[in-house]
C-alpha cells in the first residue's frame, strides 16, 4: 500500500485534494476528525460519497467516539448513506475499555466474508466469552444506561478543561464538544516541542499537533489536550500549573 496524505481543513477532510490522488480507499473520522475535533460537513460527506462512486472507492469510517457528543445527538454514520462503499468500524475502546479488544465491522456484502477470513487468519477470533458478555450488556439496556451517565461526567471534564483554559491562559479550545480530547491553537511561533516537554517537567502530559502531522513544518502549532480519564480538580490544577506556557 501507498499512503497518501490528504488535508484536512475547519470542515474536515478536503475532498477536491482527494480528488486529486489516485487512491481508491481512504480513512475518515468523518463524525469527529482525530486530532482536530471537526464534524465532516454535511456538502463535504456527499462529496466523499461522489468520490467513492465515480472511483468505486472504499471509505473506511473510523467511527471511534460518536457516543460522545456533548451539545448534541450524534450525527449518523456515513454507512447509513452508502452501504456499497463504505466500511465502518467501531470498538468499546472509549466506551468501555480498550483492553476488551472487541469492536465490529459494518462492510458492504461483497467485502464482508474477505473481512471475516482475514480477522480469522489475522487472530483467530476474539475472545467468544468476552463477545457473549456484551451482547447480553446491549441487550439488557445497561450499556446505553453506561453510556448517557458517561456523557454527563465527561462532558463535565471537558467543561472543567475548557474553564480552565479561558480563565488560566486566555485560549478556546477549536473543535466539537465531544469525544476525550480537545484542541488549541497556540500563538504563532509558538514552540510545541519546548512546551510539551516543559509541561512534563511540571507532570503535566501533552501531545502537539505536529505528533500526528505528516509534515509539520511550518504548519500552525497547537496542542491536544486529553481530559478522559482525569477527573476534573485534576484537570484545573494541571492547566493552571501551565498556563504561562500556552500564552
Ligand atoms: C482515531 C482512533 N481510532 C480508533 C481508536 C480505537 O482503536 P481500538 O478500537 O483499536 O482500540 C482510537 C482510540 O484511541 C482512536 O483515537
Given at each position: 500500500m501507498q499512503v497518501v496524505p490528504v488535508p484536512?481543513?475547519?470542515?474536515?477532510?478536503?475532498?477536491?485534494?482527494?480528488?486529486?490522488?489516485?487512491?481508491?480507499?481512504?480513512?475518515?473520522?468523518?463524525?469527529?476528525?482525530?486530532?482536530?475535533?471537526?464534524?465532516?460537513?454535511?456538502?463535504?460527506?456527499?462529496?466523499?460519497?461522489?468520490w467513492a462512486k465515480e472511483r468505486d472507492g472504499i471509505v473506511i469510517e473510523d467511527d471511534y467516539d460518536s457516543e460522545f457528543r456533548y451539545d448534541r445527538q450524534p450525527i449518523g454514520a456515513l454507512q447509513g448513506l452508502s452501504d456499497r462503499h463504505v466500511v465502518t468500524i467501531g470498538s468499546v475502546s472509549k466506551s468501555l475499555a480498550p483492553a476488551l479488544r472487541l469492536g465490529w465491522v459494518i462492510a458492504p456484502t461483497a467485502l464482508v466474508s474477505e473481512i471475516a477470513d482475514e480477522k480469522w487468519r489475522t487472530d483467530r477470533g476474539s475472545p467468544a466469552f468476552?463477545?457473549?458478555?456484551?451482547?447480553?450488556?446491549?441487550?439488557?439496556?445497561?450499556?446505553?444506561r453506561h453510556l448517557r451517565r458517561m456523557r454527563v461526567l465527561y462532558a463535565a471534564r471537558r467543561n472543567a478543561l475548557v474553564e480552565a483554559l479561558q480563565l488560566g491562559a486566555r485560549i478556546q479550545p477549536?473543535?466539537?464538544?465531544?469525544?476525550?480530547?480537545?484542541?488549541?491553537?497556540?500563538?504563532?511561533?509558538?514552540?510545541?516541542?519546548?512546551?510539551?516537554?516543559?509541561?512534563?517537567?511540571?507532570?503535566?502530559?501533552?501531545?502537539?499537533?505536529?505528533?500526528?502531522r505528516v509534515q509539520s513544518a511550518g504548519a500552525a502549532p497547537g496542542i491536544v489536550f486529553g481530559f478522559g480519564d482525569?477527573?476534573?480538580?485534576?484537570?484545573?490544577?494541571?492547566?493552571?500549573?501551565?498556563?504561562?506556557?500556552l500564552c
Amino acid at each position: 500500500m501507498q499512503v497518501v496524505p490528504v488535508p484536512v481543513d475547519s470542515r474536515g477532510l478536503v475532498v477536491e485534494i482527494l480528488n486529486e490522488t489516485t487512491a481508491s480507499v481512504v480513512i475518515v473520522t468523518a463524525a469527529h476528525q482525530t486530532p482536530t475535533g471537526v464534524v465532516l460537513a454535511p456538502e463535504r460527506r456527499h462529496a466523499l460519497l461522489g468520490w467513492a462512486k465515480e472511483r468505486d472507492g472504499i471509505v473506511i469510517e473510523d467511527d471511534y467516539d460518536s457516543e460522545f457528543r456533548y451539545d448534541r445527538q450524534p450525527i449518523g454514520a456515513l454507512q447509513g448513506l452508502s452501504d456499497r462503499h463504505v466500511v465502518t468500524i467501531g470498538s468499546v475502546s472509549k466506551s468501555l475499555a480498550p483492553a476488551l479488544r472487541l469492536g465490529w465491522v459494518i462492510a458492504p456484502t461483497a467485502l464482508v466474508s474477505e473481512i471475516a477470513d482475514e480477522k480469522w487468519r489475522t487472530d483467530r477470533g476474539s475472545p467468544a466469552f468476552d463477545q457473549l458478555l456484551l451482547a447480553k450488556l446491549m441487550e439488557s439496556g445497561r450499556f446505553d444506561r453506561h453510556l448517557r451517565r458517561m456523557r454527563v461526567l465527561y462532558a463535565a471534564r471537558r467543561n472543567a478543561l475548557v474553564e480552565a483554559l479561558q480563565l488560566g491562559a486566555r485560549i478556546q479550545p477549536t473543535g466539537l464538544a465531544a469525544g476525550f480530547h480537545a484542541v488549541a491553537a497556540l500563538p504563532p511561533g509558538a514552540d510545541e516541542e519546548h512546551i510539551i516537554k516543559e509541561a512534563r517537567r511540571r507532570s503535566v502530559g501533552l501531545q502537539g499537533l505536529g505528533h500526528y502531522r505528516v509534515q509539520s513544518a511550518g504548519a500552525a502549532p497547537g496542542i491536544v489536550f486529553g481530559f478522559g480519564d482525569l477527573n476534573e480538580d485534576a484537570i484545573r490544577r494541571g492547566i493552571f500549573a501551565i498556563s504561562d506556557l500556552l500564552c
